[in-house]
């Protein structure tokens, strides 16, 4: 395990790091979830301190982090944007109520060893690759590494876990296993690109046979899919995207079927969020449900992945997130054993 790369990064998008380096993420995750699970001690980041913004809600990013590094000797420090003065971008500042990004980041870089952030959607009035912006921001002016933990662009650590999990279900080599990443409709449109951008690029890398699966007008990130299709060419694998749900779930072995806005529909592509426009397009695909009916197309031992919280009645019924094809859980708790690794490695 080559580790001597990795201490002081930031972790803003696996796309930073090589296929290499996020084996080690994983060889180092699976060795920490068994430490965990016999009792053997590894307080790795005995007496580190990291610090947690979050500009949005979270169960469980926001327990995984803190529970992980509790878990490998040190503290977690959760700074409430409201509460502190709101780190903000110049362009954004507000007298006495925000204070700029620069700053924020070079005081906690004198306190503490590591800063992750959660930021997407109102916080930064919707427009794509702002949040994304503003953790770079942190990145460039800080001393310590800063950790994304959802951006408007990319959920890094989500993918992790989630190869993690495809790891632990499907066996060591994915390769020419076919993962299916699907939008599914929910009432809510508030949903961020970045679940189902980093799950793809991240298995990219791993040689799957990647099929992206959305109605029409819910296209991802045309640079992320250029970047998912170059390392389909380096390391294997092939990525398709079609228009048809249950044309895209035939023969999968893994289903990952989630909800993500519209986009076309926000800056900069528009002046100005268009919500309800998405809210209509969503509203016309109340049929990409992953039911029992979806589940029968894919392989009979198929499995159904969410990074969670899941629109229950909505992206899925009961019967399937309940199922025994469900893997929901596990996935949620390789969040914590991914972040631990990724937390030991960066801030040592
Ligand atoms: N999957 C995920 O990031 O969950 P939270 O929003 O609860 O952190």
């Given at each position: 395990m080559k580790t001597e790369t990795f201490r002081g990064r930031d972790w803003i998008t696996d796309l930073d790091y090589t296929k290499e380096e996020l084996e080690t993420i994983l060889d180092l995750a699976m060795d920490l979830k068994r430490k965990r699970a016999t009792g053997e001690p590894h307080r790795l980041l005995e007496g580190k301190t990291l610090f947690m913004i979050f500009y949005n809600q979270s169960l469980r990013t926001r327990n995984s982090f803190e529970a992980g590094i509790f878990q490998l000797g040190g503290h977690a420090h959760d700074l409430n944007p409201k509460q502190i003065y709101t780190p903000a971008l110049p362009g954004r500042e507000i007298a006495y109520s925000t204070e700029r990004v620069s700053d924020v980041a070079r005081v906690l870089s004198r306190m503490g060893e590591a800063i992750a952030i959660r930021c997407y959607g109102e916080p930064v009035d919707w427009i794509y690759g702002e949040a994304d912006r503003m953790i770079r921001e942190f990145a460039r002016w800080a001393d310590i590494p800063v950790i994304n933990m959802e951006d408007d662009v990319y959920h890094p650590c989500q993918g992790m876990a989630d190869i993690m999990t495809m790891i632990e279900k499907k066996g060591p080599d994915l390769r020419g296993k076919k993962f299916v990443m699907s939008w599914a409709y929910s009432?809510?449109?508030?949903?961020?690109?970045a679940v189902p951008q980093s799950a793809i690029s991240v298995a990219s890398k791993f040689g799957l046979n990647i099929t992206l699966a959305h109605p029409e007008?819910?296209?991802?990130?045309s640079q992320l899919l250029d970047a998912v299709r170059e390392n389909v060419r380096k390391y294997g694998g092939s990525f398709e995207i079609l228009n048809d749900m249950k044309e895209a779930f035939k023969d999968a072995d893994i289903v990952y079927p989630k909800a993500w806005t519209s986009k076309?529909?926000?800056?900069p592509e528009v002046e100005k969020p268009l919500l309800e426009e998405t809210q209509k397009l969503f509203d016309s695909h109340k049929d990409w449900i992953c039911d029992k009916e979806k589940m029968s197309?894919?392989?009979?031992?198929a499995i159904y992945m969410h990074c969670l919280p899941a629109d229950r009645g909505f992206e899925v019924t009961d019967e399937v997130i309940d199922g025994p094809q469900s893997v929901v859980f596990d996935e949620a708790e390789n969040r914590l054993h991914a972040q631990k690794a990724i937390m030991a490695l960066l801030m040592r």
């Open positions: 009432p809510s449109v508030e949903k961020p690109l007008g819910l296209e991802l990130d076309h529909n926000i800056p197309y894919a392989k009979p031992d």
